[in-house]
């Protein structure tokens, strides 16, 4: 028998609670001092102490307070809560920091990511700021908020006035590739912005304080909070030539912006190359 669905609302709760422990942890371990703890894809793709001690902490807060849950973490990845006979209904997508090279610098753009997934699609996330603690939040169809405030997008139609900001991959040739697709691209924007931290990256967007934002190459854990926060805030979010936003490309831009940025980043291959 299916297992009763919990409102979005309540996911969230969880989600906000076990972000605020781990974001004091992450905090916490960053005044203390980090170190590279292994690499991942490449050699600059790195892994501190604190992501996988938050993850461990986010993991087990979450097990403890929705034991049958199924959770998909960056550093540890799948454990299914599920049973055989009734698998999860609700996964926890989880980022313990986004922005990890900048919270090895002490530069103040990471955040923790929670997003639940219900049958599938996400109805809640949250993403916290380590160092500022300003948190995002948003459920499905609730809209977005932060400190009390509904949260809306830029309402910008000029894509010659819109602040871009994007990314880049871990991959030395994936990297040269964006490159080429950013210098294609910045004659016709205002001016683009590589922060380092796409959770964050996107709710900057969901309150207006960037115009619109695309990247190739991001995981689940990477979009799925703040996506829901910046299409919950009026944003329309998809991938290139009528694709969901995925790992070959995530758009994120105002209704007017969408089609201009969607063909120049059409034109360039942006979701190309390696
Ligand atoms: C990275 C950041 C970065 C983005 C990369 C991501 P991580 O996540 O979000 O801004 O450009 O694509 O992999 O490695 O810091 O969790």
Redesign the pocket.
């Known amino acids: 028998m299916d297992r009763p669905a919990p409102p979005p609302s309540e996911l969230l709760e969880i989600a906000i609670d076990v972000a605020r422990d781990a974001a004091a942890t992450a905090y916490r371990m960053r005044i203390e001092g980090v170190s590279v703890a292994a690499t991942k894809s490449t050699v600059t793709?790195v892994v501190t102490a604190a992501d996988r001690a938050v993850e461990r902490q986010i993991t087990d807060a979450l097990r403890r307070l929705r034991p049958g849950d199924a959770v998909l973490g960056?550093e540890y990845g799948t454990a299914d809560g599920g049973t055989t006979d009734a698998p999860a209904r609700v996964r926890w997508i989880v980022?313990p920091?986004?922005?990890?090279?900048n919270y090895l610098y002490g530069l103040p753009h990471c955040a923790v990511s929670i997003a639940a997934e219900l049958d599938g699609a996400v109805v809640a996330g949250v993403v916290r700021n380590i160092h500022t603690g300003e948190e995002w939040t948003a459920t499905a169809g609730g809209g977005a908020w932060r400190a009390g405030e509904r949260l809306r997008c830029s309402t910008e139609t000029d894509l010659g006035q819109a602040l871009v900001i994007t990314?880049?991959?871990?991959d030395a040739r994936r990297r040269a590739h964006q490159a080429r697709v950013v210098a294609e691209l910045i004659p016709y924007v205002r001016d683009i912005r590589r922060?380092?931290?796409?959770?964050l990256?996107l709710c900057l967007v969901a309150e207006g304080r960037a115009d619109a934002y695309y990247?190739k190459?991001?995981?689940a854990w990477?979009q799925a909070a703040g996506g829901l926060v910046a299409a919950e805030a009026g944003l329309r979010i998809g991938g290139l030539k009528g694709l969901p936003p995925g790992p070959e490309m995530v758009i994120a831009a105002p209704p007017a912006l969408y089609d201009p940025l969607h063909e120049h980043l059409t034109r360039w291959d942006a979701a190309g190359g390696p």
């Open positions: 793709d960056e980022d920091i986004d922005g990890t090279v990314g880049f991959g871990y922060l380092g931290a796409a959770a990256d990247e190459g991001l995981a990477d």
